[in-house]
């Protein structure tokens, strides 16, 4: 028996939130940049580029690396990326089971919505099970005008499923992709495990965060 939640629709992020990949990703773009020139310690890339898609940075990168970012270099970038997300990426602890529960409290209205290209997103969910959970409700902000922190990706997941972005709750992970939730008009949860997360607590409430939360246990509380 599921109960209900306050929200005609959930939309989760998938990096960091369904996923546990920035760590990974994050890493794997620092040993490239480093290789093409552009040296800076683990934070500083997580500050930089976290919740960001690499390809609207691609002038920053320039500028240190001293030649283009093109489909080439990306195409490189994302090759080894997901090398390395196929060796060690994993869910988020404790993801399906608040999956399962929004997915039943919603009747099904669920998405995911991301600033990642397609291909990596549908990768990482294929690889840890929660495929069935969103598949045909996966939005890419590649394949939008604008990418996060521009609300477009949250909008036209909303729009997918019918429901106004009011009533919508987003599950975030970065100030950059709360930023984009709470532009969209959405309720925004940011999830922050402690230690672990990429982003300060108070980086995710100053973005606009409604609350922060530490496990995904307590999702569906939020979200009665």
């Not at 390395?84 to 039943?104: K, M, N, S, T």
């Not at 998405?111 to 939005?139: H, N, Y």
Request: glycine residues 8%.
């Amino acid at each position: 028996m599921h109960s209900s939640t306050r929200f005609d629709a959930v939309l989760f992020d998938c990096d960091g939130v369904l996923v546990d990949s920035e760590p990974i990703t994050n890493g794997v773009l620092r040993d490239y940049l480093a290789e093409e020139g552009w040296v800076m310690s683990s934070e500083e890339c997580v500050a930089r580029f976290i919740g960001r898609a690499v390809k609207d940075e691609a002038a920053a990168i320039e500028e240190h690396i001293g030649k283009p970012v093109d489909a080439a270099w990306l195409a490189a970038f994302r090759a080894r990326r997901d090398a390395a997300l196929l060796a060690r990426l994993q869910a988020v602890p404790h993801i399906f089971d608040a999956v399962e529960w929004v997915h039943g409290a919603t009747k099904g209205k669920i998405a995911c919505a991301s600033g990642a290209d397609r291909g990596k997103v549908e990768l990482q969910l294929t690889m840890v099970g929660l495929m069935p959970w969103f598949g045909g409700r996966i939005f890419s902000g590649h394949e939008l005008p604008r990418s996060k922190p521009a609300p477009d990706v949250y909008l036209a997941a909303a729009a997918a499923l019918g429901v106004d972005p009011r009533r919508c709750a987003v599950v975030e992970d970065s100030p950059t992709g709360v930023t984009a939730g709470v532009t969209a008009g959405c309720t925004v949860f940011a999830y922050h495990p402690g230690a672990h997360a990429m982003s300060t607590e108070k980086s995710l409430l100053d973005a606009g965060a409604t609350a922060t939360f530490g496990t995904m246990q307590d999702l569906p509380n939020l979200l009665r």
